[in-house]
């Protein structure tokens, strides 16, 4: 009978540990430079958003009071470091090398582009519900609070003010805490404030190499705004999780469904802003009666995108079954 062969070694087990960290950062990067999509939702679907939370939640007095101490290891382990820096990575590399992608498919295929990210959402939804564990009427409640709260949010018009520092390191803070809540769109929030197309631009400035000093000062606001807004709501998030997860759960679904309203395929731009950046048009939704493209195109998307969040969530749930073994 052939030796069976031997178990993969802990450091290959890391490694290869730290390449899926960084596709799904990757991932949630790409879902991020979409207005509609919630780099949250592709971590919940992937099955490592608790752990998300709870690493950046752990950015406290405890890692300063080590790092004091020059208990170095210790503090990386507390923070879960090695697990932030590769889904970092991943992060930055979505953000960076799809954001012109995103805005070419928004510009020019943008009913098709809604339709698979309408399908993902959809999903996703589906599998929040599957986290509560018993309804009530609270839960109840807070969930369609939280779908009309949503649905108002995703049909309010977009300001076109150029923004102050100030006012970029404030939305950045607003914009990263719906980032890691599914449903929410972070790019969404950027997007309403007149925040989304200004710092996507300098992104694909800096992906081709053209970084002026008042570009890196906005980037550098933006990214202290992120770090700020992280450091303080993933602690409240953690809390609610902990103590309250179900009305929690019921809230984040609300949010998703609500979010449907701007995902919704059949919009087109009104005739005075036709012409205007992406950023600065008006919407207006169109009944299937009188849409002019083949709406089978975008079921068949919507349909495709749904039945993949499926899989990708089963092969997330095994992933991470399989990470928390010892």
């Not at 879960?80 to 992060?91: H, K, N, T, Y």
């Not at 849409?291 to 990708?312: E, M, Q, R, T």
Request: proline share 6%.
């Amino acid at each position: 009978m052939p030796d069976s062969p031997p178990p993969p070694s802990p450091v290959a087990a890391t490694w290869t540990a730290d390449i899926v960290n960084v596709l799904r950062g990757y991932l949630m990067g790409a879902a991020d430079t979409v207005p509609g999509v919630s780099g949250g939702t592709v971590a919940l679907i992937l099955g490592h958003y608790q752990r998300l939370v709870t690493a950046i939640s752990h950015f406290d007095s405890t890692a300063l009071h080590m790092l004091r101490q020059r208990q170095l290891r210790a503090a990386a382990v507390h923070c879960d470091l090695r697990f932030l820096i590769a889904l970092g990575i991943g992060v930055a590399t979505g953000i960076l090398t799809l954001a012109s992608l995103m805005h070419w498919l928004l510009d020019h295929r943008m009913p098709e582009t809604l339709s698979v990210f309408f399908g993902l959402v959809l999903a996703s939804s589906m599998i929040v519900a599957q986290q509560i564990r018993r309804w009530s009427a609270g839960s109840i409640t807070l969930g369609l609070l939280a779908v009309v709260s949503a649905y108002a949010l995703c049909s309010l018009t977009p300001t076109a003010t150029e923004p102050s520092l100030g006012f970029i390191f404030l939305a950045a803070m607003i914009a990263i805490c719906a980032m890691i809540l599914p449903g929410i769109s972070g790019a969404f929030i950027l997007l309403l404030l007149g925040v989304y197309q200004p710092i996507t631009g300098l992104i694909k400035d800096l992906a081709h190499g053209q970084l002026t000093t008042d570009a890196l000062i906005k980037l550098s606001t933006f990214a202290l705004g992120c770090a700020l807004g992280l450091a303080l709501f993933s602690r409240l998030l953690r809390w609610l999780l902990a103590r309250y997860r179900d009305p929690t759960f019921a809230v984040l679904l609300g949010l998703m469904l609500g979010s449907l309203r701007r995902l919704w395929p059949l919009q087109q731009a009104t005739p005075e802003t036709l012409d205007a950046k992406f950023s600065q048009r008006q919407w207006v939704l169109v009944s299937p009666a009188d849409w002019p493209g083949s709406l089978w195109l975008l079921l068949g998307l919507a349909l495709a995108a749904c039945v993949g969040v499926l899989v990708f969530e089963q092969l997330g749930r095994r992933l991470s079954q399989h990470e928390e073994r010892p």
